[in-house]
Structures are given as C-alpha cells and as structure tokens.
C-alpha cells in the first residue's frame, strides 16, 4: 500500500488549501481514511478521518466548521480541504488508511496501517 500526500504550501492566514492523497496498492473503497498533522516540537494529532463508503466523517474540534475531508473512490484518491487558516495550523499532514476499524476508534493514529510521506503546510500571520 503506498499513499502519496500533496497540495501543501504557505498560505496567509485566513486562506485555503487543498490537500489530495492518492493511494495505490489496496481496494481503496473498502478502507477508511484519516488525515494527521504534526506541528513542529509537538506531537501528531488527528484532524479528519472518513470512513470507506465516504458516508461517515469525523473531525478534530480544532478543526470542525474550517476543514472538509471527502474522498473520490473512483479515483482511489481523499482530499482535505482547509479554509480560514490559522498559524496554529501550521504543520506537516500526513494521509493514513487502514482496514474498516470502529467508529469509535478512527482519531486514533495507532488505528491506521499505512502512512504517507507528509506535505507541509504553513500558515503565516
């Protein structure tokens, strides 16, 4: 399984960025999805996750109202799609999957399987 984050880059705050996974090498469609981030000197967190069927999302509080996670199972590919950016933003993002998991279980970063390589996103005020 290999994914492949992109669509990272500075914005000023209050802008927008996209961000798209591709995935390969698994049944996309039957996999759940979940995007991470890491600020510099802290730990990585949860922001989104969608679950396979793209019916079901959750977000990070943090998050909630200012970013929209979907996917495109015919293009084996999820997006993150970010507005009003802030600075506390700022971080590398990383797309992960895994096999259908619990609900109540897909924040968790020890959930997920597979893991991109990241893409960088900074926010500047």
């Known amino acids: 399984v290999q994914l492949q984050a992109s669509g990272g880059g500075l914005v000023q705050a209050g802008g927008s960025l996209r961000l798209s996974c591709a995935a390969s090498g698994h049944t996309f469609r039957d996999w759940d999805m979940g995007w991470f981030r890491q600020a510099p000197g802290k730990e990585r967190e949860f922001a989104a996750a969608?679950?396979?069927?793209?019916?079901?999302?959750i977000y990070a509080d943090s998050v909630k109202g200012r970013f929209t996670i979907s996917r495109d199972n015919a293009k084996n590919a999820v997006y993150l799609q970010m507005n009003s950016l802030k600075p506390d933003d700022t971080a590398v993002y990383y797309c992960a999957t895994t096999p259908r998991v619990a609900l109540s279980a897909l924040h968790l970063a020890s959930s997920y399987d597979y893991w991109g390589q990241g893409t960088l996103v900074t926010v500047s005020s």
């Open positions: 969608i679950r396979y069927r793209g019916g079901t999302t």
